[in-house]
């Protein structure tokens, strides 16, 4: 069960870091509202997605 924990929080992780790196990118689909927010939620995101990857490793 916990596998599939750490696949969900990857999955949540590429959402939100791609979500953010578009807006970062090109503006969409929050129109740049904040670059320290774009920066923040894209470390954010692959700290979550270094921290799942990490457990998963470990849940053998």
Sequence with gaps: M????CFFGLA???LMLLIF???LAIGIPFSRASLLMDIGS????????GISFMTLREAK
Excluded: E, M, Q
Excluded at 2 to 5: A, I, Q, R
Excluded at 42 to 49: K, N
């Design 2 to 5: 916990s596998k599939v924990f």
């Design 12 to 14: 949540v992780a590429l």
């Design 21 to 23: 790196a578009l807006d």
């Design 42 to 49: 894209c470390i954010g995101a692959l700290g979550l997605a």
